[in-house]
Every structure is written in C-alpha cells, then in structure tokens.
C-alpha cells in the first residue's frame, strides 16, 4: 500500500483515525491546563502567603509533583483511582476491576504536574508585578478584590503567557504517556496503526509529525495572544 | 489504613535493586547528549547557514515532539528495515536499555544545545576582545576564555535539564527496560497497591534530584570564585595585605 492511501482518508486510510487521536490530545491537554491553572495559581497564593504551613504545603506539593517521573504519576492516577472505585463496587455487589476513565486520569495526572509548574509561573508573574502599582491602587481606596481584579490579575496573566506557552508544549509532550492508560490519543493511535499494519517507522514518523504540527501552530497562538497582550509595553511608533 | 511495613520494606528493596539500571540510563545518556549538544551548538553559531539550519531543524524536531514517539520510533520503527536488521548496528538497535540511551541522548542534545548557545551569548564580548588583545585566537581562545564562561553560565539552566532527564528515565520502562519505574509499574500490577508502591518509587526519584541538585549547587560554587563575597572575617580582623595578596592570584 503506498504512503498516500495508508494515510491518506480513503476506507482503507489511517488519516481520520490519527486526527481523531490529534483532537483527543488537544481536548485532554486543554482539560490539563485548566485544572492547572485553577490548582497552580491556588498554590502560587500558598507559596506567596505569610503563613508558614501554607508556604510549606506548597514548596511540597511543587517539589513532588516536578521531581516524580510524569509517568508515575499517570499509574498514580489511573491505578490508584481504579482500586478505589473496584472498591465502592464491591461495596455495592460488583465483582471486578471497575476502571476509571482513562480521560478523566489523565487529564488529572497531567493537570496536577501542570499545576506544579504553573504555581511558578504565576508567582513570578505576581512578583513581576510593580509594588508602587499595588500601593497606588490601595491609595486610591480599592479593597482587595478590585485591586486584584484591575490591578494584580490583568498584568500577572501578562507576564506569565511566555511562561505559560512553556507548560501548554510540556503538557501537550506529557499527555503522549496518557496512553499507557489505554486513551485513544494521538500516541495510542499511532501504536494502533502501527500494530495493525506493521509498519512501525511510517505510524510513528506520521504521529511525530502531527505533534510537530502542534506545537508549531500552539507557538503561533502563543506569540499572537504575546503581542496583543503586550499593546500597551510597546512604545508608541516615533516618539523621538 | 495502617502502614505495612513489611510490604514497604519489600517494595523498597526491590526498587533500589533497580536504582543502578536507572542511573546508567542517566549517566550514558546525558554524556552522549552532551557531546552531540556541543558539535550541534557549533553548527549554531556556525558561519555556514546549511550547518545553522541543519541544527536548528534538528532542535525543532526534538523538543517539538514527544520523547515516548522518539523512543518508539528508534526501537520499532527503525527495525522494521531489513537493512538496519543485517548491519553492523543491529545488536545496538535490537536492545532496550540501548534503544533507551539513544532517544533519551538525542532528545537531551536538543534542549542542552538551546542552553548552551544561551550560555555561549552570555560571553561578555569584552572579554573576548581582551583575550584577542593579549594574542590569543582559535583554539586557545575557546579554552581558556570562551569554553569557561559560557559553561559556568549555562550551568543553572542545565541543571533543571539533568533533572528532566532523571525523570524521563523512566520512559525506558515502557519499551521493557526494567529500570526503577519499571519495576513499580510490575508490583502495582501485581498487588493493585498503587499508593505504597508510589510512594517508595517518588522516594527515590526525590532523592537522586536532591542529591544532583546539591552537587550542581556545590559545582556552581566552585566555578565561580569571581562571584563569591570576600572573606568577611577576615576583613573585619583588619587584615588587609592577605587580601590583597589574593585578589592579586
């Protein structure tokens, strides 16, 4: 079979089922950075706070998440979490390995370790943040809600976008082990085709690609929403 | 829950059993990284666009991609080719733990060259002219002035890199090398006790991370004896010549 029919998305091509693992990808790298964002900035207050157990909850919950393998985590997840509902099955007359959804796991395995690395983004975004700006909003009598949602929150989503670019490629790269769960993502489709057909080299240089063509698009994404957020960085045009 | 020891003890034991599979998967591979990280940092920085091309598609590629797809690709795409099965590299190629060094090095190099031509950037161009002024060009001026800075700059960022790598190690257990990850991954199967098992096997990942960030720690201090403050007590003592006498070294 050529190259052309293999891929391409005849009844006997492999093209939809690699674009369907492409969106699966994408919709569990999306679901990641979501659950990110809401556990990394929560624990970017915990590490910024005066308390000390809530400083050291955070510096634990970072350095665990950042220094285990992404892959043990994933077992955490999905093993851990399927022994626990076997368990309530059990309880409820059910024989058996109940499973937890391979999305659900993996989009919070993923999104727990993108978590860790947003905490950092975020905290250096919000220390990026001037002091006098902070000071001059309390002047001006804003409470705290207002002073963070006009003040704090537009620009410390400003700073960390760089940053954030850097963790969506990190978790687009990590959902890749998502398939060990058995999730018809990209990298699990890739495997599919390649069993079916053996040929191993052509599935994975065809998933490679696809993932090349993520990141390349996501970096065009990231750098546009850099630009637009930055409008009121750059200098206005002549000024000398 | 109680905790039972006995099994955490076991899980243990059988892990660091495993512990030296892992860190030669480390040591080799972030060797061979480094070595192909220079010669791609030179084709960066190289006057010739191909080689600068050539270099930077390469980093693209790598970094853009999944290291599990590397992995996969070298160990069965690459098979599949009766060629590579009747070459000379087929024992190389056939084996896991090898397989693994491969991808795990060729990943590494991608991401160490960007660090390295960061730090190659951070060479405050005066220094360089100096070392010119003072006659020297070539070679010597890469050892004795270029080499030093640009390491000693690039030396923090590596070091978040080299624990990147202890915990991509762990990929190698999915082509069937049983290194720590591995190993976990087999009695998790086996006894369905998901949160011992991880525990005893995050330990151990936590703490070779701890153990290689001091010694960077402690490595970065050693090169850097220009950033670090004068003896204070000395200086309080009043004793200034001894100070003097060592500025001038």
């Known amino acids: 079979m050529s190259a052309f029919t293999q891929f391409g998305f005849g009844p006997t091509g492999w093209g ?189 240089v065809a998933g490679g690609a696809l993932y090349l063509l993520m990141t390349a698009v996501s970096n065009r994404i990231f750098d546009a929403a850099e630009v637009r957020t930055g409008k009121s960085f750059r200098r206005p045009v002549h000024t000398a | 829950m109680g905790l039972d020891f006995p099994f955490l003890l076991d899980t243990m034991e059988r892990l660091i059993a495993a512990l030296p599979l892992t860190l030669a998967l480390f040591a080799l591979s972030i060797t061979f990284g480094a070595c192909l990280a220079v010669a791609l940092t030179a084709m960066r920085v190289s006057r010739y666009k191909v080689l600068d091309r050539i270099a930077r598609a390469y980093v693209f590629v790598f970094r853009g991609s999944p290291l599990l797809i590397q992995m996969f690709l070298v160990y069965y795409g690459i098979a599949q080719f009766p060629a590579v099965r009747h070459s000379i590299a087929w024992p190389l190629l056939r084996d896991p733990f090898s397989c693994a060094v491969i991808s795990l090095a060729l990943c590494t190099a991608a991401y160490a060259t960007e660090i390295f031509r960061g730090g190659l950037l951070a060479v405050p161009p005066a220094q360089i002219e100096a070392a010119r002024a003072c006659g020297m060009s070539g070679f010597l001026l890469l050892r004795r002035v270029i080499a030093p800075i640009a390491l000693r700059r690039a030396l923090p960022a590596y070091s978040t890199e080299m624990i990147l790598m202890v915990k991509s190690t762990s990929l190698a257990s999915i082509i069937t090398v049983t290194e720590v990850s591995g190993v976990a991954q087999r009695i998790i199967a086996q006894t369905y006790r998901t949160m011992e098992v991880f525990l005893c096997a995050a330990l151990i990942y936590l703490l070779i991370n701890f153990v290689l960030a001091r010694l960077i720690a402690w490595l970065e201090h050693a090169l850097s004896p220009d950033l670090r403050a004068p003896p204070v007590a000395l200086i309080a003592a009043g004793a200034a010549a001894p100070i003097e006498t060592t500025l001038l070294h």
């Open chain 1, 16 to 204: 939809g089922f690699l674009l369907l693992g492409a969106g699966v990808t994408v919709a569990v790298t999306l679901a990641s950075l979501a659950i990110g964002a809401v556990l990394g900035s929560g624990v970017a207050a915990a590490k910024l706070s005066q308390s000390l157990a809530l400083r050291l909850v955070g510096d634990v919950y970072t350095t665990v998440f950042r220094g285990v393998p992404e892959l043990l985590i994933i077992y955490l997840f999905y093993f851990g979490g399927s022994s626990v509902l076997s368990a309530i099955g059990r309880l409820f007359g059910h024989e058996g390995f109940v499973g937890v959804p391979t999305f659900l796991a993996g989009a919070l395995a993923v999104g727990i370790i993108s978590g860790s690395y947003q905490a950092e983004v975020f905290r250096g975004a919000f220390q990026a943040v001037s002091r006098g700006e902070i000071e001059a909003a309390r002047a001006v009598g804003m409470n705290g809600f207002l002073r963070f949602r006009r003040i704090i929150a537009p620009q410390v989503f400003r700073f960390a976008l760089p940053g954030l670019g850097n963790v969506w490629q990190l978790s687009l790269k990590d959902s890749a082990l998502i398939s060990v769960t058995g999730l018809a993502e990209l990298m699990r489709n890739s495997q599919v085709g390649a069993g079916s057909t053996h040929d191993y080299f052509g599935f994975y």
